[in-house]
């Protein structure tokens, strides 16, 4: 059975290791943004709230167990984010803040308003969404000239955008991982890990702009397009991609016959006629 993104089946390495992060090409934008990820321990809360650029601050999770509230409601309400010490999960969780903290300001905001109109135990469909953009979310940033690979990756077509055309890959289209499971997930990469593809117009020549120039467009773009034009809720979005699949992120998918193992290169499925 596939595994999917899901952090209750998976057990990260038990201690910090710097070498997975600096040998791991999943972790190369990761190794740039935050050149201190050199060190020999877990970076401090001090070090986080260094590269974090809006007015939220992270705190202890103790902060978190203290006040009682649910984790969204305390964020929310203090404009704090707690951190467990010594988690992968929590590690990475932080960095997305850094890097995308007008759109994880928002999330935050549409879990709460989600939560005042249906209530905190009753999952609205948009914070299903919200959850799983959160934790798994692979935004595929497409220039002009690789809109087509949109539709071949969403009718599963892995052969014509990884092999056939595997080109345009870092040239035309651009892969960012915004789900901190998945990264927590790429410390131990194996066979079956899936992500969920949401699919981004940018400029031309996006792919060569300078990475601090990315990410303030992606954080910009993200956080209008999901706030008023509903894009997580657009049956487009959210597409199931085989994160091993991306080209140059996972050494044996330089081998076309990689891409052969229907197991996890799954045809996409055909509907049923009623």
């Known amino acids: 059975m596939k595994q999917q993104c899901d952090k209750n089946r998976f057990s990260p390495p038990p201690h910090w290791q710097v070498d997975i992060i600096n040998t791991n090409p999943i972790f190369a934008v990761i190794t740039q943004a935050f050149a201190e990820l050199g060190a020999e321990n877990w970076p401090s809360l001090a070090t986080l709230n260094q590269w974090l650029t809006n007015d939220y601050r992270f705190v202890t999770n103790d902060k978190l167990e203290e006040d009682g509230r649910y984790y969204e409601a305390f964020i929310y309400a203090t404009k704090t984010i707690p951190c467990r010490e010594q988690s992968w999960h929590d590690f990475f969780g932080a960095l997305i803040w850094c890097l995308f903290p007008q759109t994880k300001a928002l999330l935050n ?13 009753q999952r609205s469909k948009l914070r299903n969404k919200l959850t799983l953009f959160d934790e798994c979310g692979l935004i595929l940033c497409l220039e002009h000239s690789a809109q087509h690979h949109g539709a071949l990756l969403r009718s599963h077509q892995w052969q014509q955008s990884f092999v056939q055309q595997r080109q345009d890959w870092w040239r035309g289209i651009t892969p960012v991982i915004f789900g901190h499971a998945l990264y927590e997930m790429a410390t131990k990469p194996f066979i079956g890990l899936t992500a969920k593809a949401l699919f981004i117009d940018v400029p031309e020549g996006f792919s060569q702009w300078p990475l601090a120039n990315k990410f303030l467009f992606l954080d910009s773009a993200l956080c209008n397009s999901i706030a008023t034009q509903g894009l997580l809720l657009d049956s487009q979005q959210l597409t199931p991609l085989p994160l091993l699949g991306v080209p140059t992120w996972y050494p044996p998918n330089e081998v076309a016959e990689f891409y052969t193992n229907t197991n996890y290169f799954r045809p996409k499925t055909k509907a049923v006629m009623p």
């Not at 905001?109 to 135990?121: D, F, P, R, S, V």
């Open 109 to 121: 905001q549409l879990h709460i308003a989600e939560i005042k109109q249906h209530g905190l135990k």
